[in-house]
């Protein structure tokens, strides 16, 4: 079989084994009933049910809009999507200028989120301004980029802006979220501690750094934090406009040249102004105090729950997410910090223990179905490991247990806000303590020891985040703060007297407390005498007091990430706590909210305009066979909620003189399974033997391929199960006189994909880990007029991954693959299946272009073809560990060496006809491998390998390049 014919033919349904459950995750479900509206800018397309939030969005766009194109730049010369979504419980937004402007806006409240719960008008207006600005960054073109985009539409390559830095992307972002607003991450206190802590240990990121690519905390948020805060800071010193006017700039320069754009802006380069802006801040951290003495009880971690001691005070639970393993619930001794259990979990969320001290309670999110991803509640047995699950689809978060242990206080999600509920363990029956109110936000719901009463952070309009006391049903008994600071995490002392919580009102989180009987009795109008419990340069927060009242747990924070620490619990050393008020920031333009609602009559959702193609693309793919390189172009397109798209393409095969084309449909409107429809022209030129006589053929295939794709994720595996069924057109045209018998060909083809997947990765990875991946590919082919000749292949591809620490910034893995591949016919040739080879993944560059290629049925050692069969087996045993993480490059270079890793490994493998001996061949090597991050975001590895063969009768020993993973 001819590679063209193979590669035509596995493409619809293999490549979808490929795609992971993170396809989910980025896409809205295509299959709700969708309205929509228009405003003057925006055409909003949100599902049934939810036309108010849309509203409330639809005026926030309106706002930002108008505020960005009168002190940013110029606005987009078409609508934007806003598309609105409520189908998962992790609080997000994003924008993309491709294929055409759009916005997804999740109506979940982001709260929950430290570094985004400082906001006063509402959530939707930091978040609007942040994702809009995106928007007019990215769309605008100058000069010759405008020309670019004038010929090829909206091709990726003309849009300036990917050219950038990615702190200059979300930095500026960040700031005109905070500058519109008032509020936001450039402002909040989050961001303010990170770079601040940085300065303080010499730790501050120089700028070719500033992308977050290394795998160090604060990691993706890195290019946010600096990028927000260093153009603050230029604004401050040489005023607004230079930070629009850097956008400007920007979007009429070369690739890569925007270092020196800055120099009638700041008076030197962009990397001269960071490094004066490090330098102001390392002098200002050199006069800081000393940390106070306190005990760590786990080690460095970039997200850490409120610690828990359990009810006998010897255990604290918490969660946590390092960069080298699972997220996890984590149960520690209180007084060494020795882990005691440790129990894998799907992302952050807080604990609560049971009366008893046998069982611990937690959140986490789950798929639902391919799109929906929900939180819910769990128990977890501390005697077996075993965990429970006591809801689905509950969308509940941030429980904590009652003193007698009946019922679960948590928040739950829902019509773009969020409310406190009460959740009885015995019927699993919920009770709301209050209602779901646009204007208001709850988070970190806390029992007093008596049950009478909940602690809970609140947010209400015009207010930042302020902590209350309620009773059972909701009524607020005491409101403990009324300031701009934000003040989370509530906590209560074991016997009631004392009420914590962490408030930034001085600029970075520390812990305070009020005596809760006081405050009780004496007149709400009276603002609380609120006592410092700590006084940490770097940070505390999320309070724990022991049960018998001598240790206070907290998570402290430092350069390098979180930590929990115990220190003792001494009220009489507290001082007494300052106003401390925050200072309220001035906004451009006017205050979100003002001017009418706007939006006109809601009708159903049409795909188009979005749906029409918005740019071409050349494709080049060059060919060492006989056919020679194919020319063509590319057209794409896709609606805003990603229900239907397709690909069509139309190329000149060079060699062989002939027109191939593609054209490819996904209809995604079933939610599951999501159905594809392939239609393929292509030429491909082989040789063949007939009667002894070699001669070439010129073969044309054309395909008509439906496949539907059953996607089953979950956060810690996913299940796909892809059928299709295809038509197949053969032509043969011999040349040099040959006559064949046969030279037209109609197959029928059923395909069946199946794939499994439990392997992840973690930032400082160097390798997939702690897990294990499958995918089988079935084939069945039959000639329309002769089904008694058939061909049906096989091809199972397993790979396994160990991991276990030893040295290094990561941890070691054992990786295995076994590839297997069997061909039968009838009365016609069965499959011929390749051995030898590198093993590598091509790097895609665009324009069809590659770097590397990769043998399905690698060798290494061994040259392409060394062995051919209808059966073949191949194998790989690998050892992989980290070297270097060097997270550097030069200056605002696109290109930035991210880590070093090694691998010794063991190659063998056979390929043999039916009838034959199988003759093993095999060979061992070493590999250095580079991972490097080019146009500052995209990271590619290159692999300098050694092999050597075992059998130099038809291997040689050399070195190598290749590309990507070996598997």
């Known amino acids: 079989m001819s590679p063209a014919r193979r590669t035509s033919r596995l493409a619809a349904v ?180 990170w770079v601040r802590n940085d300065a303080r240990a010499d730790e501050l990121r120089p700028v070719d750094a500033a992308n977050g690519i290394k795998p160090t905390f604060p990691a993706a948020s890195t290019p946010y934090a600096y990028g927000g805060l260093y153009l603050r800071a230029m604004a401050a010193e040489h005023g607004d406009s230079v930070v629009a006017l850097l956008a400007k700039k920007g979007a009429r320069r070369l690739p890569y040249t925007l270092n ?24 200002a951290a050199a006069t800081s105090d000393d940390a106070e003495a306190a005990r760590p009880l786990s080690g460095q971690a970039w997200s850490l729950s409120a610690p828990r001691f359990a009810p006998d005070g010897r255990l604290i639970a918490f969660s946590a997410i390092t960069p080298r393993d699972d997220p996890a619930v984590v149960v520690v001794d209180a007084a060494s910090g020795a882990t005691v259990l440790r129990r894998r979990r799907n992302g952050p969320g807080g604990v609560s223990w049971a009366p008893d001290g046998s069982a611990v309670y937690h959140s986490q999110v789950e798929f639902v179905d391919r799109y929906t991803i929900y939180s819910d509640l769990y128990r977890i047995d501390l005697a077996s490991g075993h965990e429970e699950r006591l809801t689905a689809g509950a969308r509940l978060s941030s429980p904590d247990l009652a003193p007698d242990g009946g019922s679960l206080v948590a928040v739950q999600t829902g019509n773009g806000t969020n409310r406190l509920v009460e959740l009885d363990l015995e019927t699993l029956t919920l009770r709301p303590i209050t209602g779901f109110v646009p204007d208001v936000n709850w988070e970190h719901p ?28 909701g009524c607020t008994v005491r409101r403990i703060t009324r300031d701009s600071a934000g003040d989370i995490t509530p906590a209560w002392s074991p016997d009631g007297r004392y009420l914590l919580w962490a408030s930034d009102r001085y600029g970075s989180y520390d812990i305070l407390a009020v005596e809760w009987a006081r405050e009780l009795a004496a007149d709400g109008g009276t603002p609380p005498r609120a006592w410092r419990v700590t006084r940490a340069p770097m940070g505390a927060s999320d309070p724990a007091v022991s049960p018998d009242g001598r240790w206070l747990a907290f998570v402290a924070l430092y350069p390098d990430g979180l930590r929990v620490e115990r ?65 063509g172009a590319v057209v794409t397109g896709t609606d805003d909620i990603r229900r239907h798209s397709y690909t069509l393409f139309a190329g000149w095969r060079i060699g062989l003189e002939k027109v191939e084309w593609q054209a490819a449909y996904r209809y995604a409107g079933l939610g599951d399974p999501v159905l594809g429809l392939t239609a393929i022209q292509s030429w491909d030129e082989n040789l063949r033997t007939a009667d002894g006589t070699l001669f070439t053929t010129v073969e044309r295939e054309r395909n008509v391929i439906v496949t539907a794709d059953f996607l089953r994720p979950r956060q810690r595996s996913s299940f796909r199960i892809s059928p299709g069924f295809g038509v197949q057109f053969l032509r043969f045209e011999p040349t040099g006189g040959v006559q064949l018998t046969d030279s037209t060909f109609t197959d029928l083809e059923a395909l069946l994909g199946i794939g499994f997947s439990t392997a992840r990765s973690y930032p400082r990875s160097v390798s997939p880990e702690n897990g294990w991946s499958a995918s089988l590919l079935l084939s069945h082919q039959r000639l329309a ?63 069809g272009l590659a770097i590397g290629h990769g043998e399905t049925y690698g060798l290494r050692g061994y040259p392409e ?54 003759d093993v061949l095999a060979s061992a090597g070493a590999e250095l491998s580079i991972d490097l991050a080019v146009n500052y975001n995209a990271v590619f590895r290159f692999r300098f390998g050694y092999a050597q063969p075992f059998d130099r009768a038809v291997g040689d020993p050399e070195p190598y390049l290749a590309t990507g993973l070996a598997f």
């Open 14 to 193: 293999a490549s979808l084994l490929v795609i992971g459950a993170t396809t989910a995750r980025s896409q809205v479900p295509p299959d709700a009933s969708y309205l929509q509206f228009e405003t003057e800018h925006f055409r909003v397309v949100f599902p049934e049910g939810m036309e108010p939030f849309a509203r409330r969005a639809a005026a926030s766009a309106e706002w930002a809009y108008g505020t960005l194109a009168e002190h940013f730049v110029r606005a987009p010369r078409s609508r934007v999507a806003l598309v609105v979504t409520d189908h998962t419980d992790r609080p997000n937004a994003s924008a993309t200028p491709l294929p055409s402007n759009r916005i997804v806006l999740i109506a979940a409240p982001q709260i929950a989120t430290r570094q985004l719960n400082y906001y006063e008008s509402d959530w939707v207006d930091v978040a609007m301004a942040h994702e809009l600005t995106h928007i007019f960054h990215l769309d605008r073109a100058a000069g010759i980029w405008s020309i670019g985009r004038f010929v090829f539409g909206r091709q990726p390559t003309f849009f300036p802006a990917f050219y950038q830095p990615r702190w200059v992307i979300e930095g500026l972002a960040t700031y005109y979220e905070s500058r519109l607003t008032g509020v936001g991450r450039a402002y909040g206190s989050t961001f303010n501690s």
């Open 260 to 283: 020196w754009a800055s120099g009638s802006l700041y008076g030197q380069s962009l990397t001269g102004s960071w490094n004066d802006w490090r330098a102001r801040l390392a002098e």
């Open 446 to 473: 806390r029992w007093s020891p008596d049950g009478r009463y909940i602690a809970a952070e609140r947010w209400q309009s015009g207010a930042v985040l302020d902590l209350v006391v309620i009773d059972r049903d």
């Open 567 to 631: 220190r003792s619990f001494e009220p009489a050393t507290w001082l007494e706590a300052g106003p401390g008020e925050r200072e309220r920031r001035e906004r451009l333009g006017p205050p979100p909210g003002a001017g009418p609602s706007p939006g006109g009559e809601v009708h159903g959702y049409s795909p188009f305009p979005s749906l029409w193609p918005k740019a071409w693309t050349p494709f080049l793919a060059l060919s060492d066979g006989l056919e020679g390189d194919l020319l």
């Open 785 to 847: 007029d002769d089904f008694d000749r058939w061909e049906a292949s096989a091809e199972l591809a397993w790979r396994g991954f160990i991991s276990f620490p030893v040295f290094g910034f990561a941890h070691h893995v054992l990786a295995g693959r076994l590839d297997l591949g069997t061909s039968y016919g009838r009365d016609r040739g069965a499959e011929i299946f390749e051995l030898g080879g590198l093993l590598a993944r091509p790097l895609n560059l665009g324009f």
């Open 865 to 918: 073809n060394v062995q051919v069969g209808d059966r073949i087996a191949a194998a790989s045993l690998e050892y992989r560990f980290p070297l270097l993480l060097v997270g550097r490059g030069y200056g605002l270079w696109p290109l930035f060496l991210d880590r070093v890793s090694m691998s010794f490994f063991l190659d063998a493998g056979s390929a043999w006809f039916d009838a034959d001996a199988i």
